[in-house]
């Protein structure tokens, strides 16, 4: 018979090398791709945030002047180019008329309608030109009208700035590419090295020595060193308690097994029936001894096996104590007496569902050996732990004897006679040690012992009583956020927490920061936690400014996991200074682009700024359509509108400051509504709910810019208000959300984040909130369709991006404050 011939042998370096060299060149060639590409993209994003600057920069100097539209074009327009590209412009009026500018590059291109800059390829005069197209939303007399702004770049710049991006990127990766190969063929002979070693040093090794390994080997051989040295040393914890329970074991049970062999010699050579029966009864004793030992030692080896695998489960005490019962022979569980309340039967202990059991059992077979009489189990919470306590009758230990009754085989004078092994007291010992808990032997009154044993429990959390309101319930959900404004007008922070519905989560708590009013809120909440019962809330309600100073300041404390405002430049601008904490949530299709900001500030309402107005006070036909309407009304009766129009405080509110900043850049006749304002003595709020409250009652007549999310709710609430949506320009603003970079909880705020724009949080912001869905599609009464089908104006949402942060910067905010309240709130 032929012997089979040895496998062939090949070399691993070699493979390596030539798998190494192919995917080497095949990285550089997909590099050298990427690369081109790449600067093509780079370029092209580079010129166009020129492009857009510049039309951006001329759209800013449009002004409206006698109701025709002036453009006096900055310097800086054009500066910002490299001079070497030929640029052409267009500025157009709604009607397609040329303001300014190249008409035929106005003829060559279309009307824009949004403030966000498109861009486009086209030829024009022979060329292939780059064109950054943006809109401009102006405001005269009673109408809004759009003006488009068009900047024209020819393209040999960014195609000059793409070759040499790709030029000076093609040299590096050929070297390297060259220098990888050599680095491998010298990296693979050092590659093997550390196992080498590893293999010399455990062939040298005795076989029972099972020290860690002291051999110096890089990272990725480290593990496997450390994987090696764990497993030696479970195997020498597991070797040395083996070894113990062996010596133990051939320590303990030499004595009986001694005695059984005598006492079995002696019968034999027995002739006497009586005394044969009596050594024959002496040799059950001996193995019932015997057996119980071994049982105590292999259940002593048991439980130091499951507290090292500290396996931890909930568990009620109820089902231990039940667990022991059952496992009593019926004269046994008859003598025992478990007096429990449901309180204490309820409890959950974490921990070892045999160690535990174990644990109770030795208590009560110690109690049941020692008395004659009952034996009793009692049970009491005592805050965070549990007082577990076991009685009985019998002799009782003696002070002096106390500490050494829980060590291993020790057996006091009072249990001369009794069978036993010395090792249940000290198993109890180790288990309520490994549960962080406490064990005291006391004399109980009236003679006996008493067992007590202290552990921890697990907190449970409270079901919120009346959670669950009927739709019915929304007059007295409205009522209540009116009175709760009424009582607390000013910025204090109102704290309510939620419990988890089903608290089967441990530390599964997110906190939450916003401006929302809470009965509001408190509805996205009772939706979020239906989809996660096991996760409880903490929403702190307080105003837009204080809430972004605190944050800036380091004095909100706890850190939020997640930041609701309505004053979203000042979100903004918390995520431009790095504190907010990127997430790409799946719903971010949906939404409108100009409702997010680099994946980190969110806004999930659309809520419109509108005027209401008492209909006792002003009659529908006088009712201020438009922003000018609303001025001329204010000039021409101005004793009858003294102090019974009211508007925000911008200089405390952020919402206010944001809306007043938005009403300047698109109207013309913002200065002359201020003036108006000044002339009645408009009375400023924080809050549109307090505007609402005085319209509502009639202490006053007008409320400008108030959110419509309020005005709706209180409107179908039956407050005597009348709402208009104005008929030239409506603002629409978001609430945004921001997860903090330091937040505790993040996977939770993005978890809420992620609720609040799918289509069940969308339901909820377009339902009785009134807070408006800012997705399209959503289905309740307050969508955005619906609610822009309320007015006949231009709906100008105030998008999230840089652009906001201009109004923010404190010299343009100190002149625009100074010159609101000049004009607003002159000093007398």
């Known amino acids: 018979m032929t012997a089979e011939a040895p496998a062939a042998t090949f070399s691993i370096r070699r493979r390596i090398l030539a798998l190494a060299l192919a995917l080497l060149l095949g990285a550089a060639a997909v590099l050298i791709a990427f690369i081109h590409d790449y600067a093509q993209r780079a370029s092209d994003r580079a010129f166009d945030r020129l492009l857009a600057a510049s039309a951006l920069t001329i759209a800013g100097a449009v002004q409206i002047e006698d ?11 054009f500066a910002m180019f490299s001079g070497r590209d030929r640029v052409f412009y267009a500025v157009e009026d709604s009607a397609g008329r040329l303001v300014t500018g190249y008409d035929d590059l106005a003829a060559a291109l279309g009307s824009v309608q949004g403030t966000d800059p498109s861009f486009a390829d086209i030829t024009y005069r022979g060329e292939l030109m780059r064109v950054a197209s943006v809109g401009r939303l102006t405001s005269a007399a009673n109408a809004a009208d759009w003006v488009t702004i068009h900047v024209a770049e020819t393209q040999s710049e960014r195609e000059a700035l793409s070759a040499e991006i790709l030029g000076n990127a093609i040299v590096p990766v050929f070297a390297l590419t060259l220098l990888a190969v050599g680095l491998v063929w010298f990296g693979i002979g050092r590659m093997f090295a550390p196992l080498t070693q590893l293999e010399e040093e455990l062939r040298a090794r005795a076989p029972d020595d099972l020290s860690p390994l002291a051999v110096p080997a890089p990272s990725e051989v480290s593990h496997l060193v450390s994987a090696l040295n764990a497993f030696m040393a479970r195997l020498g914890s597991t070797m040395e308690r083996l070894s113990g329970l062996v010596a133990e074991a051939a320590h303990e049970v030499r004595t009986p097994l001694a005695s059984l062999r005598a006492q079995a010699e002696i019968a034999v050579d027995e002739t006497d029936p009586q005394a044969l029966r009596q050594r024959v009864s002496r040799i059950h004793q001996g193995a019932v001894h015997a057996s119980q030992l071994v049982s105590q030692l292999l259940m002593d080896a048991t439980i130091s096996h499951r507290l090292e695998s500290k396996e931890t489960d909930p568990l009620p005490f109820g089902a231990v104590v039940d667990d022991v019962r059952h496992r009593l022979d019926p004269d046994a569980a008859r003598r025992l007496v478990a007096d429990l309340t449901e309180e204490a039967q309820a409890a959950s202990l974490r921990g070892d569902r045999v160690a535990l059991r174990e644990m109770l059992r030795n208590l009560v077979d110690n109690a049941l050996l020692y008395s004659t009489g009952p034996v009793e189990i009692g049970a009491r919470l005592t805050g965070g732990n549990l007082s577990i306590s076991v009685s009985d009758r019998g002799p009782g230990i003696p002070d002096a004897e106390k500490d050494k009754a829980v060590e291993r085989f020790w057996r006091g004078g009072t249990g001369a006679g009794k069978t036993g092994s010395g090792l249940g007291l000290s198993i109890v010992k180790r288990v309520v040690e490994a549960h ?74 997110l906190t939450i920061v916003g401006t929302t009013d809470t009965p509001l809120f408190a509805r996205f909440i009772a939706a979020f936690q239906a989809q996660r019962p096991e996760v409880s809330v903490i929403y702190e309600e307080t105003e837009t400014l204080p809430m972004y100073e605190r944050y800036a300041e380091g004095t909100l404390t706890p850190v939020p996991d997640l930041m609701v405002s309505s004053a979203a430049d000042l979100q903004l601008k918390l995520a431009n200074d790095g504190h907010a904490l990127a997430y790409d949530s799946p719903f971010l299709d949906d939404l409108p682009a100009w409702a997010r900001w680099r994946n980190e500030v969110f806004g999930f309402t659309f809520e419109p700024a509108v005027i209401i107005y008492n209909p006792d006070l002003v009659s529908a036909e006088e009712a201020p359509r438009t922003h000018l309407r609303l001025a001329e009304l204010l000039e021409t009766q101005t004793e009858r509108f003294s102090r019974k129009v009211a508007t925000y405080d911008i200089a405390v509110s952020g919402v206010g400051y944001l809306l007043a900043a938005q009403d300047q850049l698109i109207s013309s006749n913002f200065w002359r509504l201020a ?52 008929d030239d320009y409506v603002l629409v603003l978001t609430r945004a959300m921001v997860i903090p970079r330091d937040a505790r909880n993040p996977e939770l705020a993005k978890a809420f984040l992620d609720f609040s724009l799918s289509p069940a ?37 105030i998008a999230l991006g840089p652009a906001l ?21 002159p000093k007398p």
């Open 436 to 509: 962080r808990g406490t064990l005291a032997l006391l004399d109980r009154d009236g003679g006996g012992l008493t067992v007590e044993v202290v552990l921890p429990v697990v907190a449970k959390r409270q079901r919120p009583a009346g959670r669950k309101r009927p739709a019915s319930a929304m007059l007295g959900l409205l009522a209540g956020m009116v009175l709760a404004f009424a009582s607390a007008p000013d910025a204090q922070a109102i704290t309510s927490t939620y419990p988890a519905p089903r608290p089967d989560g441990a530390g599964t708590t």
């Open 761 to 797: 949080g969308q339901a909820v912001a377009a339902g009785e909130t009134a807070l408006g869905a800012v997705i399209a599609g959503a289905e309740g009464p307050w969508s955005s369709e619906a609610i822009a089908a309320r007015g006949r104006g231009v709906i100008q949402p």
């Open 805 to 825: 942060l201009v109004s923010l910067d404190r010299q343009r905010r100190t002149r625009f404050l100074e010159t609101w309240q000049e004009i607003v709130s």
């Open 675 to 726: 003036n108006a304002f000044g002339r009645v003595s408009a009375q400023l709020s924080g809050s549109s709910p307090a505007i609402l409250n005085g319209v509502a009652d009639g202490s006053l007549a007008l409320g400008y810019n108030v959110l419509g999310s309020y005005a709706f709710a209180r409107q179908q609430a039956g407050a005597n208000i009348e709402i208009i949506v104005p």
């Open 67 to 77: 109701g025709s539209i002036i453009v006096e074009l900055p310097v800086a327009s």
